[in-house]
């Protein structure tokens, strides 16, 4: 991965706008019940190699993580490596700090520059493959990553905005353990022919109950003018993938137990309760 990193930081540079190839969609049936896609096996050699796409608390990091547990690829969050930057204090922090609390998008140049550190210290660990989770978010990062590496599949999570303001609005941290909650009891009525959605907070341990903080940038102002920039930039970078046949839909029904066993179908993972209590 270490070609890698030099790769994407020299295409950073050289990128050249091109056509989109046609090709086929995969699972992008309406409703909560997409299509099973016949994954592409990954190159002799190498593990899988996805992405994951969806609006800003849209549940990324959550699934990402579970399935990386799950078929032992890291989990890799661009987010994450941008509040590490920020969490050190280093040269970067105070230009990340102005960008993320006015829900801006980091600059190509600096999210390659953490993500092929990132790739590089897990190439000496010994890691292979990757899902990865922030990263593409505009058409030209896409052509980067596709100039120096084979994307296997990418995994867009789809939800209601209501249900995204709400989701963002309710996240929590604790400030001692780092382990993420949220307080937020969404309950949406159906109606005009669309089903009523549910899902329960996710609500932490009593020893974190008195620790948990908001992070920065989860201010309503601030949510929804990352979701107009994702709507704005990042849609195209769906239709890049859509058109490359590499694009699964997937329509979150409602909380973790109602997405999780339809999430392992959709992938043809299976939803036995061994697969999905090693992912817990």
């Known amino acids: ?13 050289a990128v050249v706008a091109r056509g989109l190839c046609s090709g086929r969609e995969l699972g992008s049936g309406s409703g909560c019940g997409p299509k099973q896609l016949p994954l592409q096996r990954s190159p002799e050699g ?22 990386s ?27 990340l700090a102005e960008i993320v609390n006015h829900g801006k998008l980091v600059p190509d140049e600096i999210i390659i520059d953490l993500l092929s550190k990132r790739l590089e210290a897990g190439e000496a660990k010994g890691e292979t493959g990757f899902i990865l989770d922030g990263f593409p978010r505009t058409v030209r ?9 084979d994307i296997d599949l990418v995994v867009n999570l789809k939800l209601r905005e ?7 609005l ?32 996710l609500l932490p341990p009593p020893h974190c109950a008195s620790k948990l903080i908001t992070r ?47 999430l392992l179908q959709a992938l043809n993972l299976g939803d036995n309760a061994n697969k999905k209590s090693a992912a817990a």
């Open 170 to 201: 309710g996240r929590r941290i604790c400030s001692q353990c780092g382990g993420n909650y949220n307080i937020a009891s969404i309950d949406i009525k159906g109606e005009n022919g669309q089903p009523g959605m549910y899902m329960s907070p």
């Open 216 to 262: 920065s940038d989860d201010t309503e102002e601030v949510v929804k003018e990352r979701l107009r920039i994702y709507n704005e930039l990042t849609k195209p970078v769906e239709d890049f993938y859509r058109q490359r046949g590499k694009l699964l839909e997937f329509d979150l029904p409602g909380g973790i137990p109602e997405s999780w066993p339809k």
């Open 141 to 149: 990062q896409a052509e980067i990553l596709e100039g120096v590496t």
């Open 69 to 95: 547990g799950l078929v032992g690829v890291p989990h890799i969050s661009t987010g994450d490596l941008v509040r590490d930057e920020l969490a050190a204090s280093g040269p970067l922090a105070s230009q």
């Open 162 to 168: 209501e249900a995204l303001l709400a989701k963002c």
């Open 46 to 67: 190498r593990n899988r190699q996805w992405v994951f796409l969806g609006c800003p608390g849209v549940g990324k990091g959550t699934y990402s993580s579970r399935l």
């Open 1 to 13: 991965m270490a070609v890698l990193k030099r790769l994407m930081l020299a295409r950073a540079s």
